[in-house]
């Protein structure tokens, strides 16, 4: 069993096991607050301008041997929000400088993505339970790896977010690349519900 608040590493037979898959449909979206001097297209992590290899992994389910990249993003705004610019539990405000200095996109979906349910139901088939969204990044990261390289080919992962377990995330593989497009682009600021978001999640707001 695995040590209370650390997922166990995946299996040696996951490739004969069938994976819990979802599809996210043609035609819905999903979202993704990025920094405005950046692409919000971008399967991290970055690259290393001098060699052209990939910087070390950064993230819960970057590749752990830096082979395929990785595009975080949310089912919603909201949960786009709260991913980023919430993502510090201490964080007692936002600052309107930091705000300024994002942006929010929104993707569709140009066919039909194939992503394993890392929640709910999901969970138990591959005898994990929730701390796969919420502990040290070490044991996701090759979980990632495992379903990536799993023979159904999945086109990422679908978790909750680690801040508000309400809210649905998305971490999708290189190869779904070519089922997306950005239907919307727009500075995070002009985002109308963001008051409410914040008063939700009790983070004030700093006028700087």
Not at 61 to 86: I, N
């Given at each position: ?31 993704r607050v990025h920094w405005l001097a950046h692409d919000p297209r971008f399967f991290g992590p970055a ?59 929104v993707f569709e979906v140009r066919r039909p993505l194939r992503l394993v349910k890392l929640h709910g ?30 023979p159904a080919a999945p086109d990422g992962i679908l978790y909750r977010s680690r801040v508000d377990n ?43």
């Amino acid at each position: 069993m695995a040590a209370e608040g650390r997922p166990k590493a995946p299996p040696a037979d996951l490739a004969q096991r069938r994976l819990p898959l979802v599809t996210w449909p043609r035609r819905r979206r999903f979202a993704r607050v990025h920094w405005l001097a950046h692409d919000p297209r971008f399967f991290g992590p970055a690259t290393d301008p001098s060699s052209g290899r990939r910087l070390p992994p950064a993230n819960r389910f970057d590749d752990p041997r830096g082979e395929y990249g990785v595009l975080y993003a949310a089912a919603d705004a909201e949960a786009a929000v709260v991913e980023t610019v919430l993502g510090d539990l201490d964080l007692p405000f936002v600052a309107r400088r930091d705000v300024e200095a994002r942006g929010l996109a929104v993707f569709e979906v140009r066919r039909p993505l194939r992503l394993v349910k890392l929640h709910g139901d999901g969970l138990r088939p591959l005898k994990l339970d929730g701390s796969v969204s919420t502990a040290a990044h070490e044991r996701p990261r090759l979980w990632s790896r495992a379903f990536h390289e799993h023979p159904a080919a999945p086109d990422g992962i679908l978790y909750r977010s680690r801040v508000d377990n309400d809210l649905l995330c998305l971490a999708l593989f290189e190869r779904a690349g070519d089922g997306i497009v950005e239907a919307e682009r727009r500075p995070l600021i002009e985002l109308a519900e963001l008051p409410d978001i914040l008063n939700r999640h009790g983070v004030a707001w700093l006028e700087d």
